[in-house]
DNA sequence: AGTGTGCCCGTAAACGTTTCCAATCCGTGC
DNA sequence: GCACGGATTGGAAACGTTTACGGGCACACT
């Protein structure tokens, strides 16, 4: 039925060790006795058992991806990324998500195990130390945002603190004085660093903190919604608005919008994650950029790095990266002059990019 | 180094195919020594080596994903609905992007060939004719959105011509006369198809068909935006544009805005897809809506449908299931009294979901 | 006591590769 | 003519499971 290596060795007259090195150019074979292989496969139409193939080589050619989530832009963005990388060095690609608890990242991961090269695991809602000792040792694992302080293993984490803290700076040097945070989830590490970057950001400018001007969020835009009419109610009310993430900040427009309040003339408006369709909605929406598919793409980079023989067991210094999160401004922050000018240089790869229009937009405004 | 079966059943006392029985709970075997197997396999953290098992077994335990990209709301939502079906099932899924050319879906699916139990395949990009000879006949393969006539092979179709004419025929029910439509790409299939909607719609309602109102597109929103500005150039200026799906229609969106033509009351607009993000922008989309992820996860179940021991090679009729592609009215088509009222009544399931907030724009608006 | 019947369990043969090691071939230098 | 060495090739042992087959054993029945 199946046609294994024993048939193209028949076929073309030799053993079955001089098909796998022909195949695999993995020994001397001589140039004549490859091509009568090659041809023999070929017609044959032959594909080499991975199983077995993975079962003496013990490498799998796959990559697992750990993500809690696949919707939305953000994480539709980081696996375009990772995908383009993989698909480029030859992996494929072993997804799993919807996993926000530890169990169910644990049972994830024991499915995964042995059937990956490597693991990107992205789980900003659990902490390191629970987080670590589910992770496997035999493999190369890349940590998404979840910075391990004992250095262990790879981590790529994105400059939360850092973007936030400007963005907050930026609000602040148009003279608000009352600025609003909508927070991201408890307990989550990407959100904690965020508010650290707001809190970082008022203390700068010595304008005074107020505990009620952080108000619970859990990144998704329904949390913006009722987050900013909460910051409606207040009194007096806030005039800006810092959401933790771009989803809530899209839903903190829509309230805004809903409650007739004007952005950015009567409340300023600022986001983080800088997806797509910050370019689109009225107004365009000031954020953090990050490079999000980069993001994926330098994460299966890394991963390739240890994957490279002979980097197997040896043990290295783990690579601790850091991508930034710069500001990017448009117009929901009320800057005068954002119109016209161009906020940050346009990196030419996001250009004609599928799906998305914000060059056209940029251009246009 | 690594734990075997071996070393199991030498610590329990028994032979490796009890071992094998037991953990499986694949034939009889005492419970008395049942107990003492999985005490011994927990206690050396045994995972069994599933490249072996399935070099046995020819199984793989993964399904394979090719799409033609991972971008935008509706993969995002497709591939969610995809995971969560594969994951209730106890599969794990084997992701491919990034195919438009038939070449580019020849390698892929040349890569997954024997590393997956079964494949979802959607390319609207290319001919049945052309993509039917690269498709495994060993496993079952589900295609999305490419109705094969000779029923080969099980498929799932969005009923994109009936969607597309009921949006055109609502337009037109508005008094519309001249009625432009953002095509999707050329020799793509479901684009075709709405086409074929859109002039249907225009032949019933007796309205004459004009070549010049067919706008070329690409399902970007780049290309939306553009054709929004060709619609406007237009002498004498159509009074509503359907653009074939939702992405093109944020795109026309901006673009009318940019131009300060007001939506709906100069210019009527209605996408097709109904990506979440239709419930927030301004004004919120009149659009086809697809049960995208219930697309994905009856995909999977189609799979598993063929995938039941025993369903394996017999030859059985290929299902070919049609998914429905219902109208749903917003306030973009200019509809009076659509703003009060509930347009469809919203699918429980999609209450408080992660990212998004159309219950409660909707409840707002 | 002999025999049939079920339940448990062990032996060993697959599954299709890769790779170590030895054998063969062939030209070259002495 | 012969030893030698490098380039090719083949034989066979892994890799870690699953599973067909058959053996043992306890028990009930004749």
Redesign the interface.
Known sequence: M?VTIWDVARRAGVSVATVSRALNRSGPVREETRRRIEEAARELNY??????R??ISRR?G?LGVLLP?????F???L??GI??AA?GRGY???????HDAASEIEAAL??????VDGLVVMAPMVEAAVLKPMLPR?VPVVLLNSPFADGAFDTLTVDNYGGAREVVAHLLSHGHQRVAILKGPERNHDAEERLRGYRAALAEAGVPWREELEIPGD????S???GAEAVLRMEPRPTAIFAAND?MA??AL??L??AGIAVPEEMALAGFDDVS?TR?T?PPLTTAHVAIRELGARAVGMLADALVPGAGARPRPRPRETVPATLVVRRSCGCTGAEGGRPRPIDPSER?E????H???ED??
């Open positions: 199946t594909v080499p058992n991975s199983a077995a993975s079962l799998t796959m989530d696949l919707f939305g832009e994480f539709s963005e696996i375009r995908d383009g698909q494929h690609l072993l997804v799993s998500s919807s024991r499915g995964m195990r042995g059937r035999n990144f998704t835009g329904e913006g919604y009722r989803a899209f839903g829509s309230a919008r809903d369709s689109y009225i004609g599928r799906g998305s229009i060059t056209l937009q246009a405004v």
